[in-house]
């Protein structure tokens, strides 16, 4: 028997953990917040949906979607972050510093790929696979988050 969304319900609850997820990423809490907020939206569901049968498959589902709305905004407030703080520049120079530190010890093959690097399409590569990696390990650690409290706390439920 496989338990039933309910939208308005679910909506709710997986705004507020992505809203949650977002913040503790932002402070840097990104491998145990995340889940925790996943965690969180499990919770929330089940409170708003009296006699919900809860699985792990539905908490995935809720955690994975939490992880989606909480990278779009964690993008969206770092993104502001970014361009509010005056520190665009700088964040390009400290990552062009930390490439060459990194070239430093492997020299030839290296100097070749900090040269790409240092190029504005190696800029956009280096954003594109940074964005790319964040939005994974928001989907990953919240479908975790979210499956663990599906298993918990619909275990409950069988009792």
Same mark, same amino acid.
């Given at each position: 028997?496989s338990?039933k969304?309910h939208?308005?319900?679910?909506?709710q609850?997986?705004?507020?953990?992505?809203?949650?997820?977002a913040?503790? @990423?932002?402070?840097? *809490?990104?491998f145990?917040?995340?889940p925790?907020?996943?965690f969180?939206?499990?919770? *929330?569901?089940?409170?708003r949906?009296?006699?919900a049968?809860?699985? %792990?498959?539905?908490?995935?589902?809720?955690?994975?979607?939490?992880?989606a709305?909480? *990278?779009?905004?964690?993008?969206?407030?770092?993104?502001? #972050?970014?361009?509010?703080?005056h520190?665009?520049g700088?964040?390009?120079e400290e990552?062009?510093?930390? &490439? #060459?530190e990194?070239?430093?010890?492997? %020299?030839?093959?290296?100097?070749?790929?900090?040269?790409?690097?240092?190029? @504005?399409?190696g800029?956009?590569f280096?954003?594109?696979?940074?964005?790319?990696?964040?939005?994974?390990?928001? &989907?990953?650690?919240?479908?975790i988050?979210?499956?663990l409290a599906?298993?918990?706390?619909?275990?409950?439920d069988?009792?």
């Amino acid at each position: 028997m496989s338990a039933k969304l309910h939208s308005a319900e679910a909506r709710q609850a997986v705004l507020l953990a992505g809203l949650l997820q977002a913040l503790f @990423a932002l402070f840097g *809490f990104w491998f145990i917040g995340i889940p925790i907020a996943a965690f969180f939206s499990v919770a *929330f569901y089940k409170r708003r949906v009296i006699g919900a049968s809860l699985n %792990p498959g539905l908490g995935a589902r809720l955690g994975l979607i939490s992880g989606a709305i909480g *990278f779009v905004i964690f993008a969206l407030l770092g993104s502001a #972050e970014i361009l509010l703080s005056h520190t665009a520049g700088g964040l390009r120079e400290e990552v062009m510093k930390q &490439l #060459e530190e990194i070239a430093a010890q492997y %020299p030839a093959q290296a100097q070749q790929a900090l040269a790409y690097l240092r190029s @504005a399409e190696g800029w956009g590569f280096i954003v594109a696979m940074s964005t790319i990696f964040t939005l994974l390990a928001f &989907l990953l650690l919240s479908t975790i988050g979210g499956g663990l409290a599906g298993g918990i706390l619909g275990r409950k439920d069988r009792r």
